[in-house]
């Protein structure tokens, strides 16, 4: 199945986001460990915390993740601490996403833990146990996941965790936003210094708690007042002092032309003309927003060089790959250098007359795309059901909003 997108003349709607999937899925794993009553609200609907809530719940023997990389990477080190043999799965994708060093990281800790096959990637056999606790060094640049997986069982294991991280730390407000969400449950956690991280062995106590929600999902909508003619949207829930990292979006978005008004339920986006010649970012911090950055930046004709992405290969695709493939077919001809950058200096090519834009299973690949109906009224988008990863009514926000979509089959 394919969408095909004619995007409005004017955007004028109020759109109510989807709860944040990286504080839902954290807060499950959290609340969990703290063995309470309590269950999270707003937890966000999209396949990666349903996959999480059901393994959580239902405590099965074998648990199938899907295409849910942070729930793998969450439930390996839970898993580990949680009594009882476990074997832990998910789609052809996921079995080529590298564990590796989470894995090892785990066994240090005294976890008993088998590939099932492949040496380094999922599925895992996992015999569940009370862990010691020890220091552990990891390099800074892994994926915060693992990070954060292993930040979140450190007040259960007997002796805590000292977690050091070596070299370039990468994605570093998703580690904060991990320590917040800990402390808020109890745990007790400091940085020593800027590269190493101290977690008690204090055990978590279960609190109620209210997820904001996803700024992740803002991004798109800013994309959207940045392409589109005219627009003033409203985003509601969403929050000025953001534990989030993906809130300095919005601070880079005013570079491009959408003006952020905080109100008291939320954001309102204004289109303006005030706009820069060019954007050079790290964006290491916030990875999940290159793609949005790369489509927008291109489709305003606004060259660009985009650092610290080296987190982007092991996504749901290759993301940089995938990016580089597929704006060639709307005419922009991306540069990629040493896997962790992307860049634009206007160089153009003849875009395909109706392109059709492939997700690779890649939800964000669908939604930073679909805003460029606004240059391509023909542009259709493979697989469009991907965006039930993280924005399950994505395209029904979007059609609240103006756009018209109609249903293709292969």
Known sequence: MRYQLL???VVESTIQLPASKSISNRALIIQALAQGLNTPENLSACDDTRVMIKALTEKANVIDILAAGTAMRFLTAYLSVTPGKHFITGTARMQQRPIRLLVEALQKLGAQITYAREEG???????GHLLKGTA???PGNVSSQYISALLMIGPVLKEGLTLQLTGEIISRPYINLTLQL???FGAQVSWLGTDTIQVAPHPYQSVPFLIENDWSAASYWYQIAALAPQAEIKLEGLFKESSQGDSRGAKLFERLGVQTTFTADGVLLRKTEQRASR????LVD???LAQTFVVTCALLNIPFRFTGLQSLKIKETDRITALVTELRKLGYLIHEEANSLLSWEGECCEPEHSPLIQTYEDHRMAMAFAPAAFRFPMLQIAEPQVVSKSYPTYWDDLEKAGFSLTRLEP
Do not use: N, Q, V, W
């Open 7 to 9: 995007a409005p003349s």
């Open 121 to 127: 990637y999922p599925p895992l056999e996992i015999e």
């Open 136 to 138: 552990l060094a990891l």
């Open 182 to 184: 800990m402390t808020t």
């Open 279 to 282: 954007l050079d970012e790290d």
């Open 286 to 288: 916030i990875p999940d």
